[in-house]
């Protein structure tokens, strides 16, 4: 069965805190991204991983992949009250190579208190 | 604008009635993807076309459940006999290829069927 899991599911944690986001998917994949979820709102894209080992970075988050370990992180750095959101990791597996088809991990909301 | 539009934002039906769901890709964008998020939960993927036809269908859950992209742009999801388990928020998804670049979102339709 294809799995994505992200752990935690929720996570409070204090501004100006670091922490990390798990994703582990249980196929073979090249491609991997990660999305940010505001209540009500649609998905954001923050960061497309495409190789093993790559690393990408944007103000206070830093994404990484791992394909071998089929894990990815999300860490954040000073975590500031404007990053609550839900997060999502979310593994392309369509057939033949990179298609968008799609299936995503159950979210981690995160909640950054002042 | 220049996102990707669904409508309507919101929908309410009764039990077995018959509901079009719309989406407006971004101008140009070949490929239109379909997902499902259910509360609580990570999107779920549906179908996806590349131009008119559809690539994938591999995740309507049954045969209430349709999609047609007539002329390559539009798209409209079309589930008949709504059950109180369709109620989700229902994503549409476009980008420039199959793959080839990364998916834009909409807001979505939330369906509430009761």
């Known amino acids: 069965e294809l799995k994505v899991e992200q752990n935690p599911l929720f996570l409070s944690m204090q501004e100006g805190k670091n922490y990390t986001i798990y994703c582990n998917y249980s196929?073979?994949?090249?491609?991997l991204y990660w999305y940010r979820q505001d209540p009500g709102k649609s998905l954001e894209s923050l960061f497309v991983?495409?190789?093993?080992?790559a690393v990408k970075q944007e103000g206070r988050l830093m994404a990484s992949l791992d394909t071998k370990a089929r894990l990815s992180t999300l860490h954040i750095t000073a975590a500031v009250h404007d990053l609550s959101a839900t997060y999502f990791c979310a593994v392309d597996i369509g057939y033949g190579g990179a298609t968008n088809k799609l299936i995503f991990g159950t979210g981690t909301l995160l909640a950054v208190q002042p | 604008g220049a996102g990707v539009s669904q409508t309507p934002s919101n929908k309410v039906t009764e039990k077995g009635k018959y509901v079009e769901l719309r989406c407006d890709p971004i101008s140009g964008h070949t490929a239109l993807y379909w997902y499902r998020q259910s509360l609580g939960q990570g999107p779920e993927f549906l179908i996806y076309?590349?131009?008119?036809?559809?690539?994938?269908d591999s995740g309507l859950p049954n045969d209430r459940f349709f999609a047609v992209r007539p002329e390559g742009s539009v798209s409209t999801l079309k589930i008949q006999r709504t059950e109180r388990g369709d109620s989700a928020v229902y994503l549409c998804?476009?980008?420039?290829?199959?793959?080839?670049?990364?998916?834009?979102f909409g807001q979505g339709t939330r369906l509430t069927v009761v």
């Open positions: 076309f590349q131009g008119t036809g559809a690539a994938d």
């Open positions: 998804a476009s980008s420039s290829e199959a793959g080839g670049t990364e998916a834009f």
């Open positions: 196929t073979t994949s090249d491609r």
């Open positions: 991983l495409l190789s093993n080992g």
